[in-house]
């Protein structure tokens, strides 16, 4: 297939599956609070020290240096859109996405703490990763670019991009993300723990185990 081929079958996968999401993601959609002003270098404040009186633990921490987690469990955050960071953030405070360290930790912040930190790690530079298993990675890409159309899955660069950029605001960037968290992300979409995205929710219901390491080992090395 060219590239123009490809780049069609894309946008009518996307189209289609949005359709058929559109009315559920509306409801999704974050109202945006009030914010003065947001201040990046308050949001590195918070991210490097945290706020012991407000049980706000350093994200550093867990989150490594500028966005970097090196701990598999733990995502990168750097060059993550702010409105997606933010989102989550406010997320966690709600039934919709359960964890409970992260769920203590955004509890304590104010809109503004989490447009303050999420401003922060958005203009950070993601680090690389890599794919790890060879025999699956192949699997991974065509899942990745053309979804699995026997069972409806549809092609994920629809949404998070042909390099997994993402397309702000909506759609997160997975480029160079740990394959461990990325298959807790899925597994959890699967299962409801995370249920902040109908769409997600859907297409990882239909997806098997070995799917799900598949595209989240692809996904790991993509750029
Ligand atoms: C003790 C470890 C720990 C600390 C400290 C921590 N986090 Fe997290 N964070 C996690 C884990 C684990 C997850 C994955 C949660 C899940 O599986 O849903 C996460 C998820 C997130 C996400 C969602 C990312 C995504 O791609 O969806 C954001 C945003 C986030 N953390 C921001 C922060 C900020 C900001 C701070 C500091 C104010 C912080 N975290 C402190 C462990 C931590
Ligand atoms: C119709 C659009 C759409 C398609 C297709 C799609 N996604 Fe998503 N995905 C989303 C949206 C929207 C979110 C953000 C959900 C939220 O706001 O929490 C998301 C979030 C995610 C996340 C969580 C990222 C994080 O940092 O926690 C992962 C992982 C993910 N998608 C993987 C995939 C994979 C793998 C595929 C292909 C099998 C795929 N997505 C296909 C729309 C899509």
Known sequence: MNQNAFLKLMLITMLAFATSVFASEEKTTLATPAIAKVDPAKGEE???NGDQTRNIIACVSCHGAAGNSTISLNPKLAGQHLAYLT?????FTEPSRNNAVMTMIAKGMTPQDMSNVSAYLSAQVGKPGA???KDLVEMGKRIYRGGIASIGVPA???CHGPNGS?????YPRLAGQHQDYTVVQ???F???VRSNSPEMM???NRMSDQEVKAVADYVAGLK
């Open 131 to 133: 794919a790890k298993n």
């Open 166 to 170: 993402g397309i702000p605001a909506l």
């Open 156 to 158: 994920c660069a629809a």
């Open 190 to 192: 699967r299962s409801h």
């Open 46 to 48: 918070l991210y490097t």
């Open 202 to 204: 859907e297409i990882s």
């Open 186 to 188: 899925l597994t959890n």
């Open 87 to 91: 989102k989550q953030l406010v997320n």
